[in-house]
């Protein structure tokens, strides 16, 4: 039977897509935990790599589907903010990845391990917040997700302070703290791209809730 439904589109392919977009950002932050925990002198960016890439087919298709249907199950700007912020987990994560790999061979000694422990955590509450929306505006489990995503940042912070503390303690030489901020600084921005992706998703159940 035709319905309006079917002539405009019911936009419940939105939900799927975001889905698969928050999956590849987790998926790219277990790649990165799983590359501290093998410890590999010379790591592979192919992970990384097409965690990457399924992000940005994702987000392409994201935008052509917005084009293309006239009625969608959230809000065509929440829709867009979203993807954008979980397009940039993945960017983030595949940028530290491309800057360690140019010095893992001599960064054996430096504990990026817990830090990446951290960030697949924060990953893992954006892909269980973005799943959450197809079932509904749940507040107060969307406000429980989201707490707990703010205690993940809380402990990157306090780790970051700590990597300061170690950086300027005279131990290293210059270029080695040049090197270590900027990747230190790097995996504290790929948290605070979840952070980010998570302030969008807990603003859309506000509104609509």
Do not use: W
Not at 163 to 184: N, V
Not at 189 to 203: F, I, L, S
């Amino acid at each position: 039977m035709f319905s309006l439904q079917t002539m405009f589109g019911k936009g419940d392919k939105f939900y799927g897509l975001l889905e698969a977009s928050a999956d590849a950002a987790r998926d790219s932050a277990t790649a990165l935990s799983h590359m501290f925990h093998s410890r590999p002198l010379a790591p592979s960016l192919e992970e990384f790599m097409l965690a990457r890439r399924r992000e940005k087919d994702l987000a392409a298709q994201i935008s052509q589907e917005l084009v293309n249907t006239f009625v969608t199950a959230l809000d065509r700007e929440d829709i867009e903010a979203l993807s954008a912020a979980l397009n940039k987990i993945t960017k983030s994560i595949s940028k530290f990845a491309e800057r360690y790999s140019l010095a893992a061979d001599r960064l054996g000694d430096i504990d990026f391990g817990s830090r990446a422990v951290l960030l697949e955590k924060a990953a893992e509450v954006i892909a269980q917040m973005v799943a959450q929306l197809r079932h509904g505006m749940n507040l107060e489990a969307m406000k429980s997700l989201n707490d707990r995503l703010q205690s993940i940042e809380n402990e990157a912070d306090r780790m970051m302070l700590e990597s300061y503390r170690d950086l300027y303690g005279g131990r290293h030489e210059p270029i080695r703290i040049l090197l270590l901020k900027d990747l230190f600084e790097l995996l504290e921005k790929a948290v605070d791209r979840c952070r980010d992706a998570g302030n969008v998703v807990y603003q859309i159940v506000l509104k609509n809730s």
